[in-house]
């Protein structure tokens, strides 16, 4: 059975230089790196997977590129990164995380977007890669996602029907369509139910839900739920409940969104919107790796590809 070594004798390299260009094929001359491709055909190589990467002229490398800032006390990308590395892993691919200001060292065979604005999407066009987003887009781009719209609502009735009078959305500042969804989503149920509520949009930190829900506690009256875009917003409200002297939950609910790992942590633990990230992440892997399997699925050839996965609400200690 022929060896690295036989290659590298026959090729008249070293064994480092047929590595580098069985497993980074970028760092070498393309004339050389066919000619290594045509002794390994000629000694009956059997390659591994790099190997067969070189033959197909791929990395074997997806990048999972984040363009927001990960906060270090909340599992929601690892959840995320678990069910992508799974999935890839069960294919010999490798997962390379990359950054806003990151995405363009090294060479790979697609991109998964994720924490993507408006203002960051012009680039993506540029791409000779298959992108997946995570999370609808705007653009065309195919894409995994949970039903925003439908979440919220499912919070919003279990609110309702747990005899909450008053309800409010606490609502993330930003003009992105995962947050456009899930305001539609609880304006249409109350809206439809003629229920008295109402909208507040703030940035997706605790300590601003705190303050807001301090600053403005008199127009909360007893028997009022809200229904929070994440946990982060759930666990500042719930906070301010409490050091204002109200009682969680049976004059006030507090519902978050994603489930992760701060809905446990709380006074109260949260009645959450859970969010099943390591299916989606599993999902957008088996779709990127169809888009590279299959180039024709271009962005311009074919209907914008759409992965809904539902979330779940889990019922805690911060409901009836």
Aim: charged share 20%; hydrophobic share 40%.
């Amino acid at each position: 059975m022929a060896t690295l070594n036989d290659v590298a004798k026959r090729t008249n390299v070293s064994k480092m230089t047929v590595s580098r260009a069985i497993n980074h094929p970028d760092q070498v001359r393309p004339e050389l790196r066919d000619a290594i491709l045509q002794v390994m055909t000629e000694l009956n190589y059997h390659p591994n997977a790099a190997a067969r990467a070189l033959v197909g002229r791929r990395t074997r490398v997806i990048k999972l590129t984040i363009f927001e800032d990960m906060d270090i006390t909340e599992p929601y990308y690892m959840m995320l990164l678990a069910g992508i590395a799974n999935e890839l892993n069960q294919h010999q691919y490798a997962l390379q995380i990359a950054t806003r200001n990151s995405y363009e060292v090294g060479e790979c065979d697609g991109y998964i977007l994720t924490g993507i604005r408006d203002s960051d999407a012009g680039w993506v066009a540029r791409l000779d890669q298959p992108v997946v987003f995570f999370g609808r887009n705007r653009q065309g781009y195919d894409y995994v996602d949970t039903d925003n719209f439908q979440a919220i609502q499912t919070s919003t009735a279990y609110a309702a029907q747990a005899g909450y009078t008053y309800l409010v959305f606490v609502g993330i500042a930003v003009a992105e369509p995962f947050e456009l969804d899930r305001e539609q989503g609880f304006q249409e149920y109350v809206t439809s139910h003629q229920i008295s509520a109402q909208i507040i949009r703030l940035t997706n930190h605790s300590h601003s839900a705190t303050a807001y829900i301090k600053k403005h506690w008199a127009e909360f009256p007893p028997n009022t739920a809200f229904i929070c875009a994440s946990d982060r917003l759930a666990i500042g409200v719930e906070t301010a409940i409490i050091d204002q002297g109200g009682q969680v939950p049976s004059d006030y609910g507090v519902i978050g969104f994603d489930g992760v790992f701060l809905n446990q942590i709380a006074a109260k633990r949260l009645t959450t919107m859970k969010q099943p990230l390591e299916e989606m992440g599993r999902a957008a892997a088996r779709l990127l790796l169809t888009k590279i399997a299959h180039p024709e699925m271009s962005q311009a050839s074919h209907n914008q590809e759409k992965i809904i996965i539902n979330s779940r609400l889990s019922v805690a200690e911060s409901t009836r």
